[in-house]
């Protein structure tokens, strides 16, 4: 009678090893990043616009007084 449990008891335990669930879940997806890349991006061209120009009159300037 005592060999009879021990046997089920051994066998309950070793199916306990098989179906157990080894692996971690992966972990969730990173949050998006705070700023987007696109924010501010026609401001950005008119500065360099405005900046250009800039630029270009102050050579002219130099150039007519030369």
């Known amino acids: 009678m005592m060999n009879k449990r021990l046997i089920l008891l051994l066998v309950l335990m070793s199916f306990q090893n098989v179906f157990s669930d080894s692996t971690p879940p ?3 997806p990173t949050p998006p990043p705070g700023l987007p890349i696109d924010n501010g991006v026609v401001a ?6 405005i900046f ?13 007084f030369k």
Do not use: C, N, S
């Open 52 to 64: 250009g120009y800039y630029i270009i009159r102050k050579a002219d300037l130099k150039k007519k």
């Open 44 to 49: 950005m061209i008119f500065a360099g616009l």
């Open 26 to 28: 992966p972990p969730p």
